[in-house]
């Protein structure tokens, strides 16, 4: 008999969305995502952190102050880096797990890439404008996203 608690897949994918979390230096907000083909292949992952040659060390991680001196100056978004580094060709027809919906200008890489869903986590920022922008292309592109529907499973990993 097989068993039965295994992960369902939307758990499985949120779960990689939110272990690649893990990777960012960012002290306020971690986000991962997820990327996954037709066939349940994951071809991608990414998380929140600065762009490859940046030395974290020495670049700005603060959310206030003169914007050259903040993170969001600098920051590469969890799914423009799962984007930037999937390792398959094509991303059309791919669902993205990511842990917190995206913004506006990552909605428009997903859609220029052919991602037809995004699956979100939190939606914190749901009443800002470039939230409502993502929204509002994802409908013209037509884009599914849904909420992930927590299950409310622990896992424990020991690394």
């Known amino acids: 008999m ?6 369902s897949w939307d758990e499985y994918f949120m779960g990689v969305a939110k272990l690649s979390a893990q ?8 986000v ?4 996954v ?4 292949k994951i071809v991608a992952v990414g998380y929140n952190g600065m762009p490859i040659g940046c030395n974290d ?4 991680w603060e959310r206030t102050g003169d914007f050259m001196n903040t993170k969001y100056a600098y920051v590469c978004h969890a799914e423009l880096n799962a984007i930037l580094n999937r390792n398959d ?3 059309k027809g791919c669902r993205l797990y990511v842990t917190l919906y995206p913004c506006n200008e990552c909605a428009k890489a997903i859609i220029q890439s052919g991602i037809r869903e995004v699956i979100y986590g ?17 409908r013209h592109a037509g884009v599914e996203t849904r909420a992930y529907k927590a299950s409310g499973r622990e896992l424990t990993i020991t690394l």
Not at 2 to 7: A, G, P, S, V
Not at 23 to 30: A, C, G
Not at 37 to 40: A, I, K, L, S
């Open 2 to 7: 097989k068993r039965t608690d295994y992960l």
């Open 23 to 30: 990777r960012s230096k960012d002290n306020n907000t971690q």
């Open 32 to 35: 991962g995502a997820c990327i």
């Open 37 to 40: 083909n037709e066939e349940n």
């Open 57 to 60: 060390d020495d670049m700005p």
């Open 89 to 91: 060709g094509s991303l």
């Open 122 to 138: 939190d939606n914190k920022y749901a009443d800002a404008d470039n939230t409502r922008a993502a929204q509002m292309m994802f």
